[in-house]
T-cell receptor, first 112, second 116 residues
Framework: RKEVEQDPGPFNVPEGATVAFNCTYS??????FFWYRQDCRKEPKLLMS???SGNEDGRFTAQLNRASQYISLLIRDSKLSDSATYLC?????????????FGTGTRLTVIP | GAGVSQSPSNKVTEKGKDVELRCDPI?????LYWYRQSLGQGLEFLIY????????KSGLPSDRFSAERTGGSVSTLTIQRTQQEDSAVYLC??????????????FGPGTRLTVL
C-alpha cells in the first residue's frame, strides 16, 4: 500500500467552479501535511500547509481529518491559472531518515 | 536570493554510459533530497542528506545509482551504465531541516535525462 494516495484525475472544470481533491495517508503517526503545486514541466512549489483546524488562503481551503487519515484541498472560483498538478505531501516526523511522502498528484485543468 | 540550481537542465545519453547530475542547494540548507519523476508519475524518493549524518539511501533503485554531497553543500547524483528506464526528470530539493519539524522544501528546476 502506498504511503499517500491521490486520485490522479484529470479534473476538468469550467472557470468559476469549485473543485475539491482528497488524499489519504497510511501512517497514523504522520505529523505534518502539505499541498504542493506543480505546473507542467516545472518543479513543485509549496502551496499551503494543512492544519488540524483547517486553514484558508484566499480561494484555497485545506482540511485534515486525522481519524479518517485524509486531507482535502478545496479551490473556489477556479481560475485558468489554477491549472496544474496538486501534490499531497505527508511528513512522518522522524529524524535521520526519509519520512516525507509525496502523492502522485491530481491534475486540474480549468477550462475557459 | 538564489534558489536551488541544477545542471545540466537536459541530458541526452546513450544506453550504457555514465552520467553525473549536479545540485547546488540554497546556501545554509542542511537537508538535501534527490527525487526522480517519470512522465506522468509522482515523485520517487532517491536519497536524503542531512548535515554530516550518513545519508538515507533507501530510495536508490539499484547499485548503479550513487550520490555524494561534498562539504555539506553541492551534491552529485551519478548513474552508471544508464538504462532506458532511467529516463526521467531528476529533481533536487533542499530545506533548512531542523530535526523533527518539517521545513519547506525548495526544489530545483530539475535535470531531464533521456537515455537512448
Amino acid at each position: 500500500r502506498k504511503e499517500v494516495e491521490q486520485d490522479p484525475g484529470p479534473f476538468n472544470v469550467p472557470e468559476g467552479a469549485t473543485v475539491a481533491f482528497n488524499c489519504t495517508y497510511s501512517n497514523s503517526a504522520s505529523q505534518s501535511f502539505f499541498w504542493y503545486r506543480q505546473d507542467c514541466r516545472k518543479e513543485p512549489k509549496l502551496l499551503m500547509s494543512v492544519y488540524s483546524s483547517g486553514n484558508e488562503d484566499g480561494r484555497f481551503t485545506a482540511q485534515l481529518n486525522r481519524a479518517s487519515q485524509y486531507i482535502s484541498l478545496l479551490i473556489r472560483d477556479s481560475k485558468l491559472s489554477d491549472s496544474a498538478t496538486y501534490l499531497c505531501v505527508v511528513y512522518g516526523g522522524e529524524t535521520g531518515a526519509n519520512n516525507l511522502f509525496f502523492g502522485t498528484g491530481t491534475r486540474l485543468t480549468v477550462i475557459p | 536570493g538564489a534558489g536551488v540550481s541544477q545542471s545540466p537542465s537536459n541530458k541526452v545519453t546513450e544506453k550504457g554510459k555514465d552520467v553525473e547530475l549536479r545540485c547546488d542547494p540554497i546556501s545554509g540548507h542542511t537537508a538535501l533530497y534527490w527525487y526522480r519523476q517519470s512522465l506522468g508519475q509522482g515523485l520517487e524518493f532517491l536519497i536524503y542528506f542531512q548535515g554530516n549524518s550518513a545519508p538515507d539511501k533507501s530510495g536508490l533503485p539499484s547499485d548503479r545509482f550513487s550520490a555524494e554531497r561534498t562539504g555539506g553543500s553541492v551534491s552529485t547524483l551519478t548513474i552508471q551504465r544508464t538504462q532506458q528506464e532511467d529516463s526521467a526528470v531528476y529533481l533536487c530539493a533542499s530545506s533548512s531541516d531542523s530535526g523533527s519539524t518539517y521545513n519547506e522544501q525548495f526544489f530545483g528546476p530539475g535535470t531531464r535525462l533521456t537515455v537512448l
